[in-house]
């Protein structure tokens, strides 16, 4: 996608009033957004404390939130065009074989760009968790609120992302496919467990959501808040 038409690089007044008015961008892009705002409070405390660190430690941090960030950016607009291609392949012509051919060609590979973005993006937000938890020991206690908020965020995008991955999958002309969609993401759930919680996988229900916007902090936070309450060094 050009700058020009770059969500990313759009006002977030105009992105706002895309996501309201128009097919696309959907609940990935707007996850995605969620999702460098959330990596953005973490890696704030890390680049701004003062006190005594270690310097290998901090230079690793940011750089892996730096690529985390341009990879979760990147899925803002890579998540839109992809389901902006499907929408453009499913007015594709059809009568002859030949433009059936085609148009199912154009609509798999909309489909499976559908899924594969914003899948890599949840493990991007995934990823994003577990530098937080690292990222307290350079953070100070005033700045704490900003890596759990950071860290709340980063968790409802990559619930988000999934609710549109389950939701593409299972639009799926065939059954096969769709089942191998499926299959990736039953390997990537279980892996959310140890660091953030509150998943459950059935079969027929696919993701549970848990009550992340209805839960008291505390009980949202079970990994991070031991260690927020925790004075910091420096």
Known sequence: MSTSSSLWQSSLADFQHAVETRSTPGCGAAAALNG?????????????????????LHRRLVAEGDALHDALASAVDDDAAAFADY???????????????????????????????PLAAAERC???LALAV?????????????????ATMLRAAQEALL????????HWPTRRRAGSWRRAVV??????????????????????????????????????????????PG
């Open 36 to 56: 460098c705002l959330g990596l953005s409070l973490i890696l704030k405390g890390v680049r701004l404390h003062r006190g005594e660190s270690d310097r290998d």
């Open 87 to 117: 929408l453009d392949a499913q007015h594709l012509p059809h009568d002859t074989d030949a433009e059936a051919n085609r148009r199912d060609s154009a609509l798999r590979e909309a489909r499976d760009a559908s899924i594969r973005i």
């Open 126 to 128: 995934r990823e994003g």
């Open 134 to 150: 690292e990222a307290l020991a350079m953070t100070s206690e005033a700045m704490r609120s900003d890596t759990l908020a950071g």
């Open 163 to 170: 609710i549109g991955v389950e939701a593409t999958w299972k």
């Open 187 to 232: 390997r990537f759930v279980p892996t959310l467990a140890p660091t953030v919680g509150g998943w459950a996988w059935t079969p027929d229900r696919g993701v549970a959501l848990s009550a992340i916007c209805f839960s008291p902090v505390s009980a949202r936070s079970t990994t991070l808040r031991p260690a927020i309450e925790k004075p910091a």
